[in-house]
């Protein structure tokens, strides 16, 4: 794995790399960590990386990692640049051969997106977007349980991803590019964890949104993108929801959650507690679904490592994003077909989806009219 | 007390009773318990009554009570029939002279519900409408916390009250009428419950509801009133909110909750764990505020009898409006002011918001506008 | 209903009435309040009572009922006095063939405990201890699983009962006689709050205690009675356990709480969330089962009021008790014989165990004994 | 890092492997994986290993090593064999210069305990011993809420460490070793997951056991150890407590947890919910202390990786053990004193507490004493 971006001090880079670790699949063996070279060298040495390894641009590695014999050079990138540089590198790397993990959301723009989406196409490569809530073995229950019908049809869906970090104006790293539209995207929220919500409700229901009335607001003075977001869904096949995020809902962490209610049962789940699914059914007593607890659904079960009771969280279910993406890649370098459970991680396509869903609910927010028709 | 409707197999009117009869405060003196004689008969009957004071009618009750001489005779009317019939014995009871207890939805429409506001504002007889929600201690709190500032400006409010009960085709005495246009009013879940959430909110925040964009639903078929429904929400001040509601979300009980977030703090009260009110802050843990432990309000403190951990609930709440609006009309038949603390209990200006809220919730859905501004 | 003791400012004695008058068939007719004739007097005159139904001593009160007509006179006592006053009041009562109402614990001593119990057996009389927790739907239902069986053979039960509220010295009319060994009796905390975990371990299991190895502690200096105890137990037919108590466990309400582990299943239930019975499975997900929600058992059907998700709480469970009590008292005074499932309140033999409790776990704390069998 | 155990099917080898390289500090260089040569082979080779760094026996790998030049040798052992298979390596290891981790219990007995514990002092090499639940974050708050006298003098200290995984008679490899006493010791439940509860405890509060009165059990027919006990402890200074641990608590997981109360405060924490710490005080409202909210001590924020509301869990907290350990070693080898706050990992005088605790136990169940003191 060859890293760009993710030099010291940012948040998302160490946290691909210890998601890569975990399982002693994937090795770091060279990356372009930063925009100036001094902090990628010295990122790069932290990391225990020989000097040779460490480049000063994307173009660089890139160009010459692809020199290097196979076996040695870079089986893959990993992107963990702020939004408006995912897509150069994705699409450099994707030419030279390169296949790619992005952060997401997968662009600055839907068009970018539709760009890199035909190029996954056309090269054949693999393609990782890290929507890593996906990760975890009670949302991939979740979705299973749906699929084999156990709640029958699904009429309504209330997902939620509240934070309270960004409550005040608040000057740091992480805070500056997310709430800069010429890095950001012309989201804020919504773009940063409101996507998230998106891929969460669709990947565990199965249902696409066809069209949203959005109630986008800043609330912090001075900010320049929304820091909250309500809206109103409409899914194919009747479901209806509510989608609502936030970054001023002071005092909550990372509040991603869940409920899809069908006409037989219910589901609820929640991040921050994520080895527990509830379900709900008619007359009957609520059930606790635990990780590793009975007997649960071969997605569950390949994307949990330890017994019942050992909490696994965040960077486990983000390393399962990578250890699916690294089975299915080492099939491919063998030349095999992977295992269709290996190809159970994010694609090119969630990430057009997440890009129209952001161009969706900035439009909708705009608009006067009540309903808005997901952009396509 | 004289009790119009509440016959055998009836809810509400049960748990009218109870909470009437908890503290010892208000004796049951007579009642027309049923549309029909013989029900009404034997309900008395089994209630302990003697056979003169049980009435065929509501109005024999307010006719042949008011002949009796004071002290014998009834001191208010507690009305629990289906919401068509709240108003007939309502006018009457206040044009009699009586104070009146109603349950909500105030009425079947607005302008009912108006025509009874002003006959209580010219009569100066009380009129209270069991909301009951807003008597649980902890309501109290939080609305008391807003009152103080300790939120700073608030800025989102999620109010939500979801239920599964109707999740199929339910018949029953109970569903029958909540789901009859001619019993229950326009709307179904919207008025039943939605009219909850609004209150509480209002009530809670001090803020009202200006402007809407609601999404109703009828999901089970065969169904006349809507039983799910999804509202965006702009408050005066800016405040902006989400409400929702349902009777179709399989498996959840009576889930009434509020979030309010501030610019200083949050809170979260959830019905089915009443005596819990969790505060977060920036930058601090969150507190669990529990009733009766600590500094409490003086609202709260009102409004609780047992020591802390001995759980109050649903029927201690509703005996709390009762026992406010006993001791505000024990003030008034002595001809003294009740202390403003007895007279915290929800009013004829709530039952107007209330009927306006359904209308509006109604009209909004129907409409392709997106911003529907609250009927007056 | 007569009622000895619970005047002005006392806490169970207006807990007691408030548990009779909910269901409004039970009605306070007279009482001697207080063992200051004028508080008495101010006591019952608060309560609405005539002047010549509020008496100056519980002899009194008695006599003068007993001489007055059938139908007029109470037709039992309700005794709600500190310890040292439960046997006298009671035995006059059974002599004088009143029905008796006790709060818990039976007596000051167990030889007293019998006496009354073999007294009830004489007389025939109906006998009703307040162990309150019983009263709860979810005990109930976790005491018929167990007792169909649904848990196996029961290997092992904790039941703790911390509270924090006399951490420091406090002072005040509850904790006042509570630590007073005259009113009191021989132990404190566990008097006060053990034995309601002994009671509710024995009633759920069905399993009595055998032995015990206790280890009791008075922290803070200058309290006279211990303020928290271990102990470990063995219940008959080879079931072992621990049951812990204290009142300086800072910041816990009233956590009476159990787990009972059988070969097949486990439960648990905590009563500050008394709606709510969880159960475990061998390689099966957990249940929530809930008070009014799905198939219960009778026991429980009959102890709930309201609908799911409307809690019911303390005085709800305490009224269940009074209800039972009521309901059978109802069937005696006709003649007839009480329905099996009203006969399900706290009787004699509750107390005797107790009390037996109380004088085993006291002597097995002073003892280098290890096990100590319980007294009989 | 070389390894000793953790083959294919092992438990905790692999949780060690990825402990070790969540934070791409540690790098596994070698190992003897079974006490079968072919099996440690393939292991090996799973694990990307070259073939000549996989050896058949502890013994060779340490010879051999031993013989590699400095910068290519494995810097220290991990031993994941089970407990009988702990000793002999580690003194191996300490013999020939090699820094030690191993996981717990230390050793078979306390004598080889005290003699590896001697040898750790006599060579100065690190020794580390895999107590991987005082890596958790909020239990080093805990702790140093303690130590900052938060709580006051501490008073009454309840650990549990239940499980349900042995309530049936389970034959797989985990369940066969923790059951044979020629490989497990002399206890089960007590030294798999018992000395867990010991350590955490004196680790939370700083307070050493001075005696205890324990009743063991085993309930499963056939077993050879002891699948539950509860125990009645007194700490130095006047704490008193109750540690009770079960492999037979049929539906629990892995639910280790400590309740602490003090003259001022309480505290508790439950290792499947392990980011959140419930603090308690006198008259204020309960706080809900969270990994990474708010100001924190320096030993938690040392042992947190990502933000508030990204659950760490079980591997996080194991790879904190790692991390420390593997931060102090570094300033070893480069002959530095190591930083105070790296030295927080559990080492060789935790081991020869958690075999005196297991040896007491096992005696005091079998005595008639009621107060055994802790063997030393």
């Known amino acids: 794995m060859g890293m760009v971006g993710g030099g010291k001090d940012a948040f998302i880079g160490s946290v691909h790399r210890m998601a890569a670790a975990l399982d002693n699949e994937i090795e770091l063996v060279c990356g372009a960590f930063s925009s100036s070279p001094e902090k990628s ?23 010459k990692e692809k020199a290097l014999p196979e076996g040695v050079r870079m089986d893959f990138v990993s992107i963990v640049t702020p939004n408006h540089m995912h897509f150069p590198p994705a699409k450099l790397a994707l030419e030279n051969g390169f296949h790619v993990v992005c952060d997401k959301p997968m662009t600055l723009t839907l068009a970018e997106a539709k760009e890199l989406r035909d190029l996954v196409k056309k090269t054949g490569l693999l393609f990782c977007l890290t929507h ?3 990760g975890y073995p009670m ?26 970090w960004l409550a005040t104006k608040v000057e740091n790293k992480q805070a500056d590019w997310r709430t800069d539209p010429s890095r950001s995207g012309i989201a804020g929220c919504m773009g940063d964890i409101g996507t998230h919500a ?11 949104i066809t069209e949203m009335c959005a109630d986008l607001t800043t609330y912090v003075e001075g900010r320049r993108l929304e820091d909250d977001g309500n809206v109103l869904l409409h899914f194919e096949g009747g479901a209806k929801g509510v989608l609502h995020a936030s970054q001023i809902a002071v005092g909550v962490e990372n509040g991603l959650n869940i409920r899809v209610y069908g006409e037989k049962g219910g589901l609820y789940w929640l991040q921050e507690d994520p080895n527990t699914l509830i379900a709900s059914w008619i007359g ?13 659904s071969e997605a569950a079960g390949m994307n949990t490592r330890i017994p019942a009771g050992h909490p696994e969280g965040y960077l486990e279910a983000f390393a399962n994003v990578y250890r699916n993406f690294a089975n299915a890649l080492r099939s491919v370098l063998k030349g095999e077909k992977p295992n269709p459970a290996h190809l ?9 989806r997440g890009m129209a869903f952001i161009e969706t609910v900035v439009a909708s927010s705009n608009s006067k009219e009540k309903w808005f028709k997901m952009i396509e």
């Open 284 to 296: 009957q007593p609520k059930q606790i679904i635990r990780t590793g607890v009975g007997k649960l």
């Open 198 to 208: 998106e891929n969460l409700a669709e990947y565990i229901t199965g249902l696409k």
């Open 41 to 63: 060298k010295a990122s790069g040495e932290a990391l225990y990386l020989p000097a040779d390894r460490v480049y000063g641009t994307f173009e660089e590695m890139i160009t």
């Open 139 to 164: 949302v991939k229950e979740a979705r299973q349980m749906i699929k084999d019908g156990k709640l029958g049809k699904i009429r309504k869906i209330v997902v939620e991803y509240p934070q309270g």
């Open 132 to 134: 890593n809530y996906t």
């Open 344 to 352: 159970d991680f994010p694609g090119p396509e969630d990430g057009v």
